[in-house]
């Protein structure tokens, strides 16, 4: 997946994103950490899974099988529409909130994106408008690999734990361990980082590339950084910490991993070395955390 390669796609499917993600955002029930906000892997594509409304529930699911964008209720009503190259982010919002309309559904959403790579409202976006069925597909083919490894790795921790969401505002598929210890005050932080980071956590997740790091990566980092954490050892040999904006993230290139015979061992053995790493340097008791042997044949 070369970034530059499928930039203008990316950019074009994240604001759809941000989009649909606002419209769960506003109309499930508040969760803590931002738990009602983000979408979610499918076996087609991404869903937004159920949400409430006053005539029941309903759920919208990008298909990246068949292109195209679609509704359901639990009336048994459907709407959808396609997904294609030239349709517009302007274009999309209007028969995105259309389709609801005809449904009987009417969110309120803040219709301006959120650190997204464009600034301009959604109706108004007439210029991100690229969809590139090929890359589309393997965005979503790599999305389904990475959330099976990371629900494998949610399953070996017994703590407070959040799914394996995709959050639509930094385009990412994230998993976060939480120690149980309130987080100090972040005086400096904004309402959404406060909510986030309340409590001390160990992140896990991929992301396609952005301008920091301009190429597909799997990555971990700790918040509150502990003090010596980039001194610890990070598995397999090829992973690194990188510094940004003052803190270290743990880094572990696709395009070193994605042709390994053992792809998904290398990329949990990345994971626990970084929560090893994380939780030594924060204090976490790690041995109360790890979930004891299960014996399937007993059940």
Known sequence: MPLDAWRPTKNTLH???????????????????????????????????TIPYSGGNFEIEFDFSEHELKIYTSGGR??????????????????LFSNLAKLGIEPKIRPIPY???STIPFAENTENKSYDKKYVERFHQIQVAVDDILEEFRGRFIGKS???????????IALTRFSGKKAPDQPDANR????????????????????NVPAPAFYSYTAPEPSGLADEPLSPASAKWQEANGSHMALLMYDDVRSDKNVRDVVLEFFESAYRAGAKRAGWNVHDFMLKAFDKSAV
Not at 22 to 38: D, E, F, G, Q, S
Not at 80 to 93: E, K, Q, W
Request: hydrophobic share 40%.
């Open 15 to 49: 604001l759809y994103c941000q989009i649909v993600g606002k419209i769960r955002l506003a109309m499930h029930p508040r969760l803590n950490h931002w738990w009602h906000v983000p979408l979610y892997v499918s076996p087609r594509g991404l869903t937004t899974r």
């Open 192 to 211: 959404v980082q406060r909510e986030a980071y309340s409590h001390e956590v160990i992140s896990f997740g991929f992301w396609f590339g952005d301008d």
């Open 115 to 117: 650190e997204a790579p």
């Open 162 to 172: 959040t799914p394996v969401h995709m959050f639509w505002h930094s385009f990412d």
């Open 78 to 95: 459907s709407e959808n529409f396609a997904l294609y190259d030239g349709l517009t982010v302007a274009d999309f919002y209007a028969s």
